[in-house]
């Protein structure tokens, strides 16, 4: 069975960082761009970022650039989120997702285009 699987949500304070990891089972995620999105309470899911299959192409929301890194270990089959300063308005559920494609990161792949399989989101809460 093809999953996606993210962990290393929780609580953080503001100003505080955190690190997301989505792993794969069932299928290996190095041919694959990979992404994250995340949905607040109340609000339409958004695009946050995506890295493409060597990592030399990464994408980025505006309101995430340069506090978000997105990264990948392809022998770990591991891609990661690396979130610094983070803000009241970063809460919301994130979500990892794999693409039909892998050379590239376009800006259209924060628009939902070519994804494939979402997992089922891990809670992110910065609240003091």
């Known amino acids: 069975q093809l999953q996606l699987v993210e962990s290393g949500g929780g609580l953080v304070q503001p100003g505080g960082s955190l690190r997301l990891s989505c792993a794969a089972s069932g299928f290996t995620l190095n041919y694959y761009t990979i992404g994250w999105f995340r949905q607040a309470p109340g609000k339409e899911r958004e695009g946050v970022s995506c890295?493409?299959?060597?990592?030399?192409?990464?994408n980025y929301a505006d309101s995430v650039k340069g506090r978000f890194t997105i990264s990948r270990d392809n022998a770990k089959n591991t891609v990661y989120l690396q979130m610094n300063s983070l803000k009241p308005e970063d809460t919301a559920v994130y979500y990892c997702v794999s693409y039909s494609y892998g050379s590239s990161c376009p800006s259209a792949a924060l628009a939902n285009y070519g994804i494939t399989y979402w997992g089922k989101g891990t809670l992110v809460t910065v609240s003091s």
């Open positions: 890295i493409s299959s060597s990592g030399a192409g990464t």
